[in-house]
Nanobody, 126 residues
């Protein structure tokens, strides 16, 4: 199994940037399909971004396209979510998630993922 731990959340003003990290232990992330999700108070968990482990393909929710970027550093066994031009509506708990296989398919629902981190809070003030 792989254990995931997020970090990098915090309070930022609208228009600012944050970089979230998802560090893995137990297994190497290079063979995992990784995603980021977020959940705002009173709302369901929603897909943010995904990175396939083969083919180098990435997917983004329309709401973050052009502002967020997912990347991974296999040497550090870490996946990142680079968030720019943050808006108050980006406020949520952000969680990383992983699944062992997936090819280059588009996996955007929580049930598609097996492993989850505990989440990190991102708050964007107006």
């Amino acid at each position: 199994q792989v254990q995931l731990v997020e970090s990098g959340g915090g309070l930022v003003q609208a228009g600012g940037s944050l970089r979230l990290s998802c560090a893995a232990s137990g297994r190497t992330l290079s063979s995992y399909y990784m995603g980021w999700f977020r959940q705002a108070p009173g709302k369901e968990r929603e897909f943010v971004a995904a990175d396939t482990y083969s083919g180098g393909r990435t997917y983004y929710a329309d709401s973050v396209k052009g502002r967020f970027a997912i990347s991974r550093d296999n040497a550090k066994n870490t996946v990142y979510l680079h968030m720019n031009s943050l808006k108050p509506e980006d406020t949520a708990v952000y969680s990383c998630a992983g699944r062992i296989s997936g090819g280059s398919y588009y996996y955007a629902t929580p049930n598609d993922y097996t492993y989850w981190g505990q989440g990190t809070q991102v708050t964007v003030s107006s």
